[in-house]
């Protein structure tokens, strides 16, 4: 007896539901809300998106109570849509995710291009400056500090006293601070 008095308030809920009757949508949204939003709670576990999501069904319903084909029973028909709401939010969601995530990569991949680009034209500033250096002078920088050599094996190799080196380091890096000062030696 209860599931069938259950059935006839269905169907009149969902006639005055189509007939467009605020009054029996406002016994349709009150009898059921709490159990969606249960239910939807315990999908999303997220309160504000529980209720977001439930009157978003609600209000889906009310917007399309003339054209409603509901075979199962309201009960069901609205926790299915409840359902299918939870799973469009989270497909909007990691398509949203998918987007910030490509947006993130390509902002990266850009300031490395550009921060690649300037290394370049530094590197380049700094090469120039460097054949700019008197010879023995250019010889002992790039023994120094390219070829990571100590100042004793630069005068050895070079033929030259250690004081000697340690002038022609001075020297180097007064003149790239003032030429390439995009490096700091």
Not at 84 to 103: C, W
Not at 131 to 144: A, D, G, T, Y
Not at 162 to 176: D, G, Y
Request: charged share 30%.
């Amino acid at each position: 007896m209860m599931k069938n008095s259950t059935i006839y308030i269905e169907k009149l809920l969902i006639q005055e539901l189509k007939d467009g009757n605020q009054n029996g949508y406002k016994t349709l949204f009150d009898q059921y809300y709490f159990w969606l939003y249960n239910y939807v709670y315990k999908l999303s576990n997220d309160p504000v998106l529980s209720e977001d999501l439930v009157q978003n069904v609600m209000l889906k319903l009310w917007e399309k109570k003339s054209s409603l084909q509901i075979t199962t029973s309201l009960k069901n028909y609205l926790f299915r849509a409840c359902y299918n709401e939870f799973l469009m939010h989270l497909r909007q969601q990691k398509k949203e995710y998918s987007t910030l995530e490509a947006l993130k990569w390509e902002s990266i991949l850009e300031i490395y291009t550009e921060e690649e680009n300037q290394f370049e034209t530094d590197w380049l500033k700094l090469e120039k400056a460097i054949e700019k250096l008197p010879k023995k002078c250019r010889e002992v920088f790039k023994l120094s500090r390219f070829e990571q050599k100590k100042h004793k094996e630069i005068a050895n190799i070079l033929g030259i006293s250690t004081k000697t080196v340690e002038v022609h380091i001075s020297k180097a890096l007064r003149f790239l601070k003032a030429n390439a000062s995009i490096f700091f030696f």
